[in-house]
């Protein structure tokens, strides 16, 4: 069975929030999806904005339709962002004429996720259901949503924890034992609301990323060190644990943000962990139940905990944390849960 993916192009930020569709798109094509390109003319919103952008997803959509084989095996990454006039149209025409086979890897679901949500999400969501043969979700959590929604148990595949790609290894091996957390992404107190508290725990954070708030300067425990690609970072996070966290407080993660840490693996998760450090994560989070069953990190229910939990972890506690993380690190350097994932999905549709 031939097998393809169709990759969107977007451009690149000095942030995680793209690598996770990029790093599945790379170990895909190590399993031998070839790519068909959606390209994005421009992200400018005018009216001639929207007329270029609209121009080449139509020419490139119909070179996918007639250069995918018959009875071929198409991998799509959902949600697609960018309204596209004949995507649908293309994707049914694909199942129907030509008998392919769809497995669609989610990334995120704008419903669950409440800040996004429109009629388009619900209907880029709803046609998604539609027509995937096979749909890789999250966790068991996320698992529970769809079944409620009427999605066959038999067409779900549980990812388990997002990969991390890197160019070589570079788990830190000289990680230092410190009482301390490190956050690394967007920094926007707009958008998280609970950094701008952070000086009030009483713990050194090391943060990184773009959108650092100077208000944030006159607390002596933060230190903030720059933005970095998504290359880069994993070799500045070198002591203690990485935050994952969100929201409007540092009492619960609350809010749209905040809550849908409930359903999703956040790519902090496994930026954290591919680095080499353990982390801290809130402990209703959906993923606090690998950090608990992999033993590499901590839970919390509020940050105002933090400071007395890693008064009480010894270097030794951490150093076992640390040989923990290390294996996890390896798999998710080399897509491990990705391909897994694929290959069940791709079994899954054999079977039926």
């Known amino acids: 069975m031939k097998k393809y993916q169709i ?16 790093d599945v798109c790379d170990i895909a094509k190590n ?12 992200s400018i919103d005018s009216l001639w904005g929207k007329i270029r952008r609209q121009t080449l997803f139509f020419i490139d959509w119909l070179k996918i339709y007639f250069s995918i084989t018959p009875n071929s095996l198409v991998l799509i990454q959902n949600p697609y962002h960018h309204k596209q006039l004949i995507r ?15 497995i669609s890897l989610v990334h995120d679901v704008e419903e669950l996720r409440k800040s996004l949500y429109n009629n388009y999400y619900k209907k880029e969501f709803n046609f998604m259901l539609s027509i995937a043969d096979s749909i890789i979700i999250h966790n068991d959590k996320m698992k529970a949503f ?29 990680v ?52 970095f690609p998504a290359s880069e970072i994993p ?52 993923e606090a139940d690998f950090v608990r069953e992999h033993n590499v990190g901590i839970c919390v229910s509020s940050l105002n905990e933090l400071k007395d939990k890693l008064s009480t972890i010894s270097e030794d506690e951490y150093k076992n944390m640390l ?30």
Request: proline residues 1%; neutral net charge.
């Open 323 to 352: 040989l923990n993380v290390q294996e996890i690190s390896q798999l998710l350097q080399k897509g491990h849960y990705t391909r897994l994932a694929l290959e069940k999905a791709e079994l899954v549709i054999r079977v039926s």
């Open 88 to 102: 649908n149209w293309v994707l049914n025409k694909l199942k129907k004429d030509k008998q392919v086979i769809f």
């Open 176 to 227: 230092i034992f410190e009482r301390a957390i490190s956050i690394a992404g967007n920094l926007d107190i707009n958008k998280s609301a609970y950094i701008a508290q952070l000086g009030k725990l009483g713990i050194i954070v090391h943060l990184y990323g773009p959108n650092f708030s100077h208000s944030l300067e006159q607390y002596e425990d933060i230190q903030y060190h720059g933005s």
């Open 146 to 174: 769809f079944t409620k929604k009427g999605t066959s148990e038999n067409k779900l595949v549980i990812l388990k924890i997002f990969d991390y790609l890197m160019d070589k290894e570079a788990t830190n091996q000289n």
């Open 235 to 286: 070799n500045q996070l070198n002591s203690g644990f990485g935050l994952v966290w969100d929201g409007n407080s540092i009492d619960t993660c609350s809010g749209d943000f905040g809550e849908y840490l409930q359903y999703n693996n956040p790519h902090k998760l496994s930026l954290y962990l591919a680095s080499g450090i353990p982390v801290v994560i809130w402990d209703k989070a959906a």
């Open 31 to 42: 399993l031998d999806y070839e790519a068909k390109v959606i390209r994005t003319a421009t």
């Open 7 to 22: 990759v969107e192009l977007s451009n690149e930020h000095n942030h995680a929030g793209s690598k996770a569709v990029q």
